[in-house]
């Protein structure tokens, strides 16, 4: 019997943004990740690697625009300003490419760019950053890969300099085996083995984020509230009426329909549903795709 199954090729990615946007939107580390989705995303391509030496700038934009099948922007006040940008953003509308902006703020997204969804970077916990631009970009939940480990352990060493192993082993949701494995790797982070706790040696980037933790000594309930939604980490840490926001911004009442819907994707996809009291990127995406893929016959 033939097989019928049709699989769809990997995308090709090409990076358009401006050069002294390189570490303000940690282009590097966004490549790593996309590339690490390698079931996926066959290639990432931006100029700061892959261009060979002596090699013409416009020849590498017009061949490798070509070759990709969606066009990842970086907008800024120095990606409005570069001519070669633009020049990017003409050639990916002529080749009728797909496109997404990823930006900072609403106003430095180019107007002919306004139409597509985008990504807004908020700077600050990056992981849900990756996942939401992988997630749009594909319309697949992400696979966990090492990296995606790497950024979650460092979120959650950031929200208490001492963790027992058993607990990050199971917020990262890896056997204590292969935690062990991971910490050998990642050794340069900072942190010490203590018995059976994982100890951060550099207290002083962590003041900020213990503060945040302690109660609020106020009578201003809006403060109150934000105290309390710091406290949640997980959907565990939730209960049906409790309201938080999203990475747009948005409020999202958490229903007994909407709990349900994110036990059943934790279960199913090993991802969170809550990380560190916002819905995360992942999840709504997954929802949304799950509402508007076609329904089949």
């Known amino acids: 019997m033939r097989d019928e199954t049709i699989r ?21 580390e966004i490549v790593e990740y996309l590339e690490s989705q390698d079931a996926t995303i ?41 001519e070669s940008v633009h020049n990017e953003i003409g050639m990916a509308k002529m080749a009728d490419k797909e496109m997404m902006p990823v930006f900072r703020e609403k106003q430095h997204i180019p107007k002919s760019l306004e139409r597509f969804r985008g990504v807004k970077f908020y700077g600050k916990d990056f ?22 480990l790497h950024y979650t352990f460092i979120e959650v060493m950031e929200v208490s300099s001492r963790v027992k192993k058993t607990e990050v082993a199971e917020l990262l ?11 050998i790797e990642w050794k ?38 934000k105290a309390v939604k710091k ?29 349900k819907k994110m036990k059943a994707f934790e279960k199913k996809y090993n991802k969170n549903a809550i990380w560190r009291g916002k819905v995360t990127g992942t999840y709504l995406y997954y929802q949304y795709f799950l509402e508007n893929s076609p329904k089949k016959k």
């Open 42 to 82: 066959e290639k990432v391509f931006y100029w700061e690697r892959d261009a060979m030496g002596g090699q013409n700038f416009d020849d590498y934009m017009i061949k490798k625009i070509a070759d990709s099948n969606f066009i990842l922007f970086f907008c800024s006040q120095e990606s409005l300003k570069s």
């Open 173 to 183: 949701k890896v056997s204590e085996e292969e935690l062990f494995t991971l910490l």
């Open 231 to 259: 406290s949640i980490v997980t959907l565990k840490d939730i209960k049906v009426g409790t309201t938080l926001p999203d990475l747009h911004g948005n409020e999202v009442e958490i229903t007994a329909a909407i709990m």
């Open 8 to 28: 769809k090729p990997k995308i090709k990615v090409f990076i358009s943004y401006a050069t002294k946007d390189t570490t303000n939107f940690k282009i590097p």
């Open 188 to 225: 340069n982070l900072g942190f010490k083995i203590d018995g059976d706790m994982i100890v951060m040696n550099d207290v002083k980037m962590l003041k900020n984020d213990v503060k945040a933790q302690l109660p609020l000594k106020t009578d201003n309930r809006e403060e109150k509230e």
């Open 127 to 148: 992981l849900p950053i990756l996942e939401e631009i992988f997630t749009l970009m594909t319309g697949k939940v992400p696979q966990k890969t090492e990296i995606d």
